[in-house]
């Protein structure tokens, strides 16, 4: 269902730009078919004449930084005011525990110099390395790790050097004074994965949305395929405009765990931070708070019909159409008998329910949630 959801949107942004280009277009030219030319920024769309203060159409345009201008027939700014839209969080995190290193095996390669039975040695270092040069030339390229431990420098002689850099050497000399014998030691390790949690990645990003609207008009018999997001008079008589954002709250699952060592412990794991629907919240632009409505039901924007003269917003979900009336008289909104989904549902392009497959792109809704598309010649 999210992947209907999401690809849906995808198609209403592509096809209310491919709309807004096409009006600026015509708009453009009727301003001054000679030379005048005018431009836009951000989103655009139509306000219907039915739902703004005088009846008078307005070209509307949203930018990312939620800036809202609003333009007569002419594309001449007559308004512009900032919407402050309500961020939700989103991404995931992957963790990981810390790795333990221990040793798995040891051994020791044999004394590689003895000194005389019985002799006990009390030199340095350095004069050890000069008299055991003769046995073993490699050993002269180490350094000092305490008294009786001597390392190689080579980079290629420890594990995972990479990671851990020289802090597990693969091999190195173990001096005994006190009965005069430098041996060759080798060692392997092992990870194990039972230490602390960490995060090794993080990603997250803020959304807030308006919920675009589509309009059908019954009593006319118009279906006009555009969207729109803002209004003057859908939810009440005044002048100012309001718009509808979603209500979500913060939804968080554990995915992806795995098992790194194989010692039967969890030990990596993805954290996904989402969202889930929880309803709508009106607005008015200067940030009052119109009505708040409280519904689980949301599929990809919203329906506004008009019947007899009386308006309704309509939701739809894989069970049940809900119609909600709009009294714009009391700014009241009522939910009203909910009927159940068909088996098959039909929507054009830009997510709008048809009666029929209509020539064109169609899209075909099934009851388990999954659809399908089709084009009929």
């Not at 020791?108 to 005389?116: K, L, P």
Request: hydrophobic share 35%; with cysteine; aromatic share 12%.
């Amino acid at each position: 269902m999210l992947l209907w959801w999401l690809e849906g949107k995808r198609e209403l942004s592509t096809m209310r730009k491919l709309y807004a280009c096409a009006i600026l277009m015509a708009m453009s030219v009727a301003v001054n078919a000679q030379t005048e030319q005018k431009s836009v920024s951000g989103d655009v769309f139509v306000v219907p004449k039915l739902f703004t203060y005088g009846d008078n159409s307005y070209v509307v345009a949203i930018t990312d930084d939620e800036e809202v201008s609003v333009y007569n027939e002419d594309i001449e700014l007559v308004r512009s005011f900032d919407v402050n839209l309500t961020e939700y969080t989103t991404g995931h995190e992957r963790q990981e525990r810390k790795a333990t290193v221990n040793i798995e095996s040891m051994r020791v390669a044999g004394n590689i110099v003895v000194w005389e039975t019985g002799e006990t040695w009390t030199g340095t270092w350095n004069q050890a390395q000069e008299l055991a040069a003769s046995n073993a030339p490699n050993i002269s390229d180490v350094e000092e790790k305490d008294h009786y431990q001597f390392w190689p420098t080579d980079e290629g002689a420890y594990w995972l050097y990479e990671k851990y850099g020289k802090l597990h050497p693969t091999f190195y000399y173990q001096w005994n004074a006190e009965d005069g014998t430098i041996s060759w030691v080798f060692v392997s390790y092992r990870e194990t994965f039972t230490d602390d949690w960490e995060t090794v990645d993080n990603i997250s990003w803020k959304r807030g949305e308006m919920e675009y609207l589509a309009f059908e008009d019954y009593d006319d018999n118009s279906h006009p395929d555009q969207n729109f997001c803002l209004s003057q008079t859908l939810f009440n008589e005044d002048e100012k405009f309001e718009y509808i954002e979603p209500i979500y709250e913060s939804k968080e699952s554990i995915q992806e765990e795995y098992d790194r060592d194989g010692d039967g412990e969890i030990d990596t794991r993805t954290i996904y931070r989402g969202v889930r629907h929880i309803g709508f919240r009106i607005m008015s632009e200067d940030g009052s708070v119109l009505q708040t409505i409280n519904t689980t039901i949301h599929r990809g924007g919203l329906d506004i019909f008009k019947i007899n003269g009386k308006i309704y917003m309509v939701l739809e979900d894989d069970d049940e159409t809900v119609f909600f009336k709009i009294d714009r008289q009391s700014t009241n909104i009522t939910r009203l008998a909910a009927m159940p989904v068909p088996a098959k549902s039909i929507f054009s392009l830009s997510g709008r329910k048809l009666p029929s497959a209509q020539r064109g792109v169609n899209i075909v809704r099934n009851s388990d949630g999954s659809s399908t598309k089709f084009l009929m010649k």
